[in-house]
């Protein structure tokens, strides 16, 4: 495989789904995950309230799963680094919300985790191009930030479509992230459109067998052949 093409995929089940009571057997739930998906909201950046640092410090020595921390909160410039120091293995912030994106990619990278930068619903993705090299995963939401189980959005598709021309143009190597709506239909147009990395709360946790569930998402993923640019 060369560089600028897409990897394996790579199923990421949020625990937004899941019940919060639970989270060390929710895990547990989905062994056969790639990431754990854990939202962080503050309910300023986004209108919802999850979970912070104490939550991802426990669940860290709880699973064996690398941790993907989605930051929907404000100031990640000040926040995010302890998610990384924490041992999370990706941790996304929003282009919104950060001051320097590139200085805390930086900070990020330093602490030993990956460095991810989202790009929320109604946010143009042409602006960041130029910083990627920066960032070791892209996650563009294929629905507005703040809550679980909306529909997906398929023209939020394009940013996907331009996220990859632009990396195979470039021959940089990044993870391409969706996150929100993610099921076992929408998976096939999103890993057709570029992506190698899929979210799924409500498709994974609503299930009757959640580890299944990501079996089955990982196969339709696979299957689903990346239609170019
Ligand atoms: C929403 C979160 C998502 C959410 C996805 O802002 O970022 O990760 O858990 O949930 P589903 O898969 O149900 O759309
Ligand atoms: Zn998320």
Not at 21 to 29: G, Q, T, V, W
Not at 79 to 91: D, I, K, S
Not at 189 to 215: I, L, N, S
Request: net charge negative; hydrophobic share 50%.
């Amino acid at each position: 495989m060369t560089s600028h093409e897409t990897r394996e995929p790579l199923i990421a089940p949020s625990i937004l789904a899941a019940d919060f009571a639970r989270l060390a057997e929710e895990a547990d739930a989905v062994k056969g995950a790639d990431w754990l998906h854990v939202d962080v909201m503050d309910a300023h950046f986004v209108p919802n309230l999850t979970i912070g640092l104490p939550v991802v410090q426990s669940l860290g020595q709880a699973t064996d799963i690398p941790m993907d921390c989605h930051l929907m909160i404000e100031d990640p410039d000040r926040w995010a680094p302890g998610y990384a120091e924490a041992g999370a293995h990706n941790v996304t912030f929003h282009v919104e919300a950060a001051a320097d994106a590139v200085g805390l990619a930086r900070t990020l990278r330093a602490a030993g985790s990956l460095a991810g930068l989202a790009v929320d619903r109604d946010t143009p993705l042409d602006p960041y191009l130029d910083v990627l090299p920066e960032f070791d995963t892209l996650l563009i939401m294929t629905i507005k930030a703040g809550f679980g189980g909306q529909a997906f959005i398929p023209e939020l598709l394009d940013k996907v479509r331009l996220a990859r021309r632009h990396l195979r143009a470039g021959h940089l190597q990044l993870f391409v992230e969706v996150d929100g709506g993610i099921d076992d239909d929408t998976i096939v147009e999103a890993a057709q459109a570029g992506a190698d990395v899929f979210v799924a709360g409500t498709a994974v946790y609503g299930a009757d067998d959640p580890g299944r569930a990501v079996q089955a998402l990982r196969a339709r993923a696979a299957a689903a052949s990346f239609a170019g640019p």
